[in-house]
């Protein structure tokens, strides 16, 4: 009998670059670091899955990994809605950013942010995946 061996339910990506979602995606399933992903092109589309989903926790993401440079709700603006979430929310939804950004004050704002515990550079990879599953996050 085959054990299965991911622990996250359910992870969402957030970018407006459908190439770097597809990516992600992919090394997310073929490292079957998560049973389901669920991929947002933009910050109010992730923000209203988690409004449409917010009284059935099993239905929210575990991880969200967020990009930072988005047009409209960009992920500053992400994460200052996603502080108006109740607690049940907030605690469930663990936000790691993946950017490409290397702008320092960006990332020092970022990082700052109590509800982001990691920060990955672009491309999500095996190795960070890996790193996220060791610390239990």
């Known amino acids: 009998m085959e054990t299965d061996t991911t622990s996250i339910d359910l992870v969402m990506l957030v970018d407006d670059n459908d190439t770097d979602n597809f990516i992600s995606k992919r090394i997310i399933e073929i490292t079957r670091f998560s049973k389901r992903v669920e991929?947002?092109?933009?910050?109010?589309a992730?923000?209203?899955?988690?409004r449409e989903n917010e009284n059935?926790?099993?239905?929210?993401?575990?991880?969200?990994?967020?990009?930072?440079?988005?047009?409209i709700v960009d992920g500053f603006v992400f994460l200052y809605?996603?502080?108006?979430f109740n607690e049940i929310v907030r605690n469930k939804c663990k936000v790691?950013?993946?950017?490409?950004?290397?702008?320092?004050r960006d990332i020092d704002k970022i990082v700052n942010n109590n509800h982001v515990i990691k920060f990955i550079t672009k491309p999500l990879t095996e190795t960070a995946l890996e790193e996220i599953k060791l610390n239990n996050i």
Not at 56 to 71: K, Q, T, V
């Open 39 to 44: 991929s947002k092109s933009s910050g109010k």
């Open 96 to 104: 790691i950013i993946l950017s490409s950004s290397d702008n320092k």
């Open 81 to 84: 809605e996603f502080e108006k």
């Open 46 to 50: 992730a923000l209203d899955f988690i």
């Open 56 to 71: 059935n926790p099993e239905n929210l993401p575990s991880l969200i990994f967020l990009d930072i440079n988005m047009p």
